[in-house]
């Protein structure tokens, strides 16, 4: 009986019939599928399942869910896939076979070639149930073990290899383990060994430094003896391969299936994938030779042609050997358009990137990258990235090549040529070309030359087949594509409304276009447009198949992140950054994990995408965001100055100035925090400047300014009264408002907030601004408005967003509060976790505990919250009085002298605030009322 099914675990889970995906299988059936295929021949219990996959239900709906999953797994994959035993649940293998069994036969066998080809990656790696926490630590157990058998299975197979002589499949085991253990220095040690003995010593020494970084950065250990020795001799040239011959050593750069007896500009490995061309590789021309005179030279003569033939077809017979190590950086040059039609070349060069950011073995060098790379050569990152001009950078980047694309038209014939370049003298590594007789035609022939140049980088056959077309992951209307590429561009330079519009006329073109409705997600809800987000990364959900496995990755953690399912976009970013390590992978992870709060995991990642690319500016910001969080302030600066000499202008970008000059305030520098600030006044930006004036109003109100801090938030205001900019307006006017009841000034403060409420009007406004406008009202006095606002929130809020519920959640809870029900605001947050608004959540927290009369809780927690440092956000209002509240609990609990503390700290903050400020002249006479008692009693 033939085999249907197969199960894959390594690198996701999912199920195969016939060699295709089967759709339809639910999270918790695949999860069955997978367990019980793990206990194999010895079967699980029925108990056991119940535990890993329904553990929170009780036992009678658990067997009901659980029977009820077999019987569909029965209906839909066959009534014999699962044979039920006396105790046990069993796969029959004659219906079902997985990955992870051929795996463990493979082992147990002694095969460990077979086994590290199954190893696609950690087990069930990306896959999650939601509420079934005991499958999770299952398969974290079981992804460990496989991951040790996986590694000795690598090692055993490079031992193999090399003994073999197999020098460059040694260094590709090598690569796998140094992937799955970098921090390994007798891994690291043996790679470089690997790539130097198949004659690549350039590189062993990148492997060789790449690890020493990454042990310093990650670990902060010196670097390994081993490796340096190893280094030093690389790099003195005293290296001597035991294999390769003079040759290889001689040109130790240049991928050895890319210098094969044929012709080396008409590398392709398989003539049949590029129809159009001609196929112009051959065998070398045989040396001339006079007649044999013995049989023993007809022998050699007879040998010598049949190895050139041998050389020749085996790449076709056998497929080439990779020609490029995996995740090598190339550059893609700017296209050469001789089409004569406008923006075609732009077009046909962003599908390209999407084809060639499919292989494993071509990553390309970040925009980013490239900018800094031609500032430091004195040019524009706005220069047109010629070929020679690519060729340089490439070469001060130590990339492997330059991808080139040239579009030409000739008669009525358009011409595709696609070449690799080496940066070392220019030369062609490999050259590519195909023709298409009409418009129509040239996607379909971009995806032709993109496949050609897969192989010839070293891509398998098979994984080239897998691959889908390029117009069926990008549009098939070069219109579209055109307006894409140009939107893309229009991002790249930040001119995002440009970029949404020119994204919004190529949906229209083809509303099937799944990459442009991505990016207007992402671009919509960075316009705090989330409807509009939503749309249309529903539409792109809908037209998912069309997106390549990298697009679908990125669109899945895009789609959690806005449902507000952070752990669940980290899992994807995770295995993005895994089976797509660069820079923006990487840093995406990292940023993830910073934005749950998770920095001592989010460092390494950040740092891990610094090793892509070191000049990555918002990589460092982040990081100094994280160590902000850590209280490493000094490392903070550290980072943010590295910031600034990647990106000379992103220290007044967005809310990044914001940050930047925060640091300063924690660290008592308030002058050098009104001069970052006021740099943002300088710009050209009105929203820009806006920044800058409520940064100084924040800065003004925490040292007790206010008069100040209302002329800066004016200005704000101002800046920010065009309609485009109206969800600036309210969280400037709601400040505003804060000020001026601070002033004492509630009319004012209240025509503030009526402006706010009419604002937010003119479109949609998001849960969480829509709660700290509530909050405004509520300390204004306006419950009622408030409580319109909350219903606002719950016809707004997504149920699933964690962030939508904690809005909700704590603005029903200043309610509460406001009309004296501090048991009902505490029940309100109590199991509100979401760290979106911790800060606003604690001070909660101590006021109704304070309400409810557990004063000595109340105290600690307030205590707590005075004792950070929130400078620049919403929650900057309460804690700078928090050392009211402090005092007040101290005095209520019989303790004088914390009170007389925590006044005095509130006083020594506003030693040049404004004289006749309400909130200065009341603390001024608890103060003194505290200190004449104290002076009493002695």
Request: proline share 5%.
């Given at each position: ?515 442009a409705h991505v990016a207007l997600g992402a671009a919509q809800y960075l ?351 309460d804690w700078v009085l928090a050392p009211m509240q402090v005092a007040l ?50």
């Amino acid at each position: 009986m033939a085999i249907v099914f197969r199960l894959g675990t390594f690198g996701g889970l999912w199920l195969e019939r016939d060699g295709q995906r089967a759709e339809g299988t639910g999270l918790r059936r695949l999860g069955l599928l997978a367990a019980v295929a793990a206990a194999g021949e010895r079967g699980i219990t029925r108990d056991r399942l119940l535990l890993l996959l329904w553990p929170d239900s009780t036992e009678a709906k658990a067997r009901h869910a659980l029977a009820q999953a077999l019987h569909a797994i029965r209906r839909d994959l066959g009534a014999d896939i699962i044979r039920p035993g006396p105790i046990t649940l069993l796969i029959d293998p004659a219906y079902l076979t997985s990955d992870f069994g051929e795996f463990q036969d493979a082992i147990a066998a002694g095969e460990p070639e077979r086994a590290a080809a199954l190893y696609g990656g950690p087990f069930l790696d990306g896959y999650y149930i939601p509420e079934a926490d005991e499958f999770e630590r299952w398969a974290e157990i079981e992804r460990a073990r496989l991951r040790e058998l996986a590694l000795q299975a690598f090692e055993a197979a490079a031992r193999r290899a090399t003994e073999a002589g197999r020098t460059q499949d040694a260094a590709g085991y090598w690569r796998r383990l140094n992937i799955l253990a970098p921090h390994n220095s007798r891994i690291a040690v043996e790679f470089m060994t690997a790539l130097a003995e198949a004659g690549d010593a350039g590189g062993a020494i990148q492997v060789g430094r790449g690890h020493d970084q990454l042990c310093r950065q990650e670990l902060g250990l010196p670097p390994d003896p081993a490796v340096g020795a190893l280094l030093t001799r690389l790099t003195r040239g005293e290296w001597r391969s035991s294999s390769a011959g003079p040759a290889a050593a001689a040109q130790p750069d240049r991928p050895a299936s890319l210098d094969p007896p044929s012709l080396a500009t008409a590398a392709v490995p398989d003539p049949q994938e590029h129809q159009d061309a001609p196929d112009r590789s051959g065998p070398s021309p045989l040396p001339h030779r006079s007649p044999p005179a013995r049989s023993r030279t007809a022998a050699i003569s007879i040998a010598m042609i049949l190895g050139a033939l041998v050389l020749w077809l085996a790449p076709r017979f056998f497929g080439a050997k990779p020609g490029f190590p995996e995740g090598s950086l190339i550059v893609s040059a700017d296209p050469v358009d001789l089409s004569g039609i406008p923006g075609l070349g732009r077009a046909l060069a962003s599908a390209a990137s999407v084809g060639l950011q499919q292989s494993r073995h071509l990553t390309l060098l970040s925009r980013s990258r490239i900018n800094a790379a031609l500032g430091r050569m004195g040019r524009s990152g706005d220069s047109v990235l010629t070929d020679s001009l690519a060729l340089e950078v490439a070469a001060r980047e130590h990339a492997r090549a330059v991808f080139s694309l040239t579009v030409n038209k000739v008669g009525n014939t358009y011409s595709l040529v696609g070449r690799l370049l080496s940066p070392t003298d220019g030369s062609d590594l490999a050259v590519h070309t195909v023709s298409a007789q009409q418009t129509d035609d040239l996607l379909p022939g971009l995806d032709r030359l993109i496949r050609q140049v897969l192989a010839t980088a070293g891509d398998s056959r098979p994984t080239r087949d897998s691959l889908p077309a390029l117009p069926l992951v990008t549009t098939r209307s070069l219109e579209a594509l055109k307006l894409y590429a140009e939107g893309t561009e229009s991002a790249r330079r930040t001119n995002y409304d440009r970029a949404t519009a020119l994204y919004l006329r190529a949906v229209a073109i083809d509303s099937e276009f799944a990459l442009a409705h991505v990016a207007l997600g992402a671009a919509q809800y960075l316009n705090n447009d989330r409807p509009a987000g939503d749309r249309h990364y529903a539409m792109a959900l809908r037209f998912r198949d069309r997106l390549t496995f990298r697009e679908q990755l990125l669109l899945d953690s895009r789609l959690a992140t806005a449902r507000g399912n952070l752990e669940a976009a980290s899992r994807i970013d995770l295995v993005l950054a895994e089976r797509y390590p660069s820079r923006q992978t990487w840093y995406n992870y990292g940023t993830g994990l910073l934005q749950m709060g998770r920095c001592p995991l989010a460092i390494p990642a950040l740092r891990r995408a610094l090793t892509f690319d070191s000049t990555s500016a918002l990589a460092h910001i982040n990081l100094a965001t994280c160590y902000k969080i850590l209280g490493e302030n000094r490392i903070a600066l550290d980072e943010y100055a590295a910031a600034e000499r990647a990106d000379s202008a992103v220290l007044v970008s967005l809310n990044i100035n914001h940050e930047w000059g925060g640091l300063f305030v924690r660290l008592g520098r308030y002058a050098e925090a009104d001069a970052a600030f006021r740099r943002m006044l300088g710009r050209t930006s009105q929203a820009d400047q806006a920044r800058g004036r409520r940064s100084l109003g924040y800065l003004a109100m925490l040292q007790g300014r206010y008069r100040e801090a209302i002329d800066h938030l004016t200005k704000a205001v101002s800046l920010t009264s065009s309609p485009e900019m109206y969800q600036f307006r309210i969280r400037n006017e709601v400040t505003l408002s804060e000020a001026f009841l601070m002033r004492g000034s509630p009319h004012q403060a209240s025509q503030e907030l009526d402006s706010a409420l009419k604002v937010t009007g003119l479109g949609y406004v998001e849960p969480g601004l829509l709660a700290l406008l509530g909050r405004g009202l509520v300390r204004a006095g306006r419950t009622a408005d408030a409580r319109q606002v909350l219903a606002r929130i719950d016809a707004a809020a997504k149920p699933e967003n964690t962030s939508d519920r904690s809005a909700r959640a704590l603005l029903a809870a200043e309610l509460a509060l406001a009309r004296n029900a501090p048991a009902e605001a505490f029940d309100a947050i109590r199991g509100d976790v979401d760290p979106t608004f911790r800060d606003w959540r604690t001070n909660v927290l101590g006021r109704s505990l304070a309400g409810r009369g557990i004063l000595d809780s109340a105290l600690t927690v307030t205590a707590a919250f005075a004792a950070q440092q929130l400078f620049g956000i919403e929650a900057q209002g309460d804690w700078v009085l928090a050392p009211m509240q402090v005092a007040l609990l101290s005095e209520k609990l019989g303790d004088p002298g914390t009170a007389v503390s925590a006044l005095q700290s509130l006083l020594e903050r506003w030693r040049e605030a404004d004289p006749d400020l309400p909130a200065l002249l009341e603390v001024r006479r608890r103060l003194e009322r505290l200190q004449r008692e104290s002076r009493t009693d002695r």
